[in-house]
């Protein structure tokens, strides 16, 4: 198929445009043409490289037309926020795509009380991000689907690989924590390091979203979490990873105020936000209905990607 990829050179998208190329695709990669792919790969060549700000183009409410002349049998939309910009983009695509793959979030689900959590479970999102996502997501296995848009959403979890920093033990993006686990350092966690982080790595939700493609029988008009096999507590993923710098763990816990004041405010906040959450996903829906299955664990990811934070000497240590 003719296939149009929104946000084709992020964290997705650099692992998703090799595979729909290899699998023989004709592939759009749309971009605000800032930067490079993460990673590269030959088959890049054979993309064709489309520039355009969606957020200005969605103002002037040029956006989905512009899509549109692209002429796409499929697309997959990795740069959607709003419903009122998918509204935008799935009414210039009516009645012209055989299928529509929107990029969703497992934070539609806000606080974690059954898990592992199905894509049925009962939904409460918290926060703006959570909540337009849900909405988006409303929209389009609702309101679009009833009239007949084919669309698909793949909910990832918390996305790693090499070329970006990543969730770590203490539940933020700070990458001075794997240095004081590095250098064998004692390390606080909040609470007693019980809640849970949902990693995938970028390759497995680019899989998912092939998956997804090979199957539209299977995947119009549903949703499916795309996450590793298995969640981790922050308690967990601290110990392993004193491990991989052949450390023994040291580990020191204080409630979750405390904890908090004892980081820098951005840290302390997006902590606050993932353990608010605690979010422990199950993938039974796209195992069964897609085929879906990740290579990787979440410690595999994790490591690959701190092992490339090594070898760029973001981290100061003898590679994991």
């Keep these: 198929m003719r296939v149009i990829v929104i946000g084709g050179t992020g964290h997705i998208g650099s692992y998703l445009v090799p595979r729909l190329v290899r699998a023989g695709h004709a592939v759009l990669?749309?971009?605000?043409g800032r930067r490079s792919p993460y990673r590269a790969c030959a088959e890049w060549a054979a993309v064709e490289s489309v520039v355009a700000d969606r957020a200005a183009?969605?103002?002037?409410g040029t956006f989905g037309r512009r899509i549109a002349e692209l002429h796409?049998?499929?697309v997959i939309d990795l740069l959607c926020y709003r419903p009122e910009?998918?509204?935008l983009l799935v009414e210039a695509l009516a009645g012209r795509v055989r299928q529509f793959l929107h990029c969703g979030t497992i934070w539609v689900h806000g606080e974690a009380e059954v898990v592992p959590t199905p894509e049925s479970a009962p939904r409460r999102p918290i926060g703006e991000y959570g909540i337009n996502k849900n909405a988006t997501e409303d929209y389009l296995l609702g309101e679009a689907r009833r009239s007949g848009f084919p669309a698909a959403v793949v909910h990832p979890g918390h996305i790693v690989g090499p070329g970006w920093n990543i969730l770590n033990p203490q539940g933020h993006f700070n990458p001075a924590v794997f240095q004081t686990i590095a250098d064998g350092n004692?390390?606080?966690l909040p609470n007693l390091g019980l809640e849970c982080v949902h990693h995938v790595h970028a390759d497995d939700v680019a899989q998912c979203f092939e998956r997804a493609m090979e199957r539209p029988g299977a995947a119009v008009g549903e949703s499916f979490h795309a996450v590793s096999p298995g969640a981790l507590t922050l308690l967990g993923y601290a110990r392993a990873a004193y491990g991989w710098f052949g450390r023994a763990p040291r580990l020191a816990f204080l409630p979750l105020a405390e904890f908090s004041r004892r980081l820098a405010?951005?840290?302390a906040a997006q902590t606050a936000e993932h353990i608010g959450r605690s979010p422990c996903m199950s993938i039974a829906k796209a195992r069964a209905l897609l085929g879906y299955a990740p290579r990787y664990t979440s410690l595999e990811a994790c490591?690959?990607?701190v092992e490339w934070l090594v070898a760029?000497?973001?981290?100061?240590?003898?590679r994991p």
């Design 29 to 32: 990669s749309v971009s605000r």
């Design 57 to 60: 183009e969605d103002c002037s």
């Design 72 to 74: 796409p049998d499929a």
């Design 85 to 87: 910009s998918a509204r």
């Design 186 to 188: 004692e390390l606080l």
């Design 265 to 267: 405010p951005e840290d």
């Design 303 to 305: 490591r690959e990607a």
């Design 312 to 318: 760029q000497g973001r981290i100061s240590a003898a």
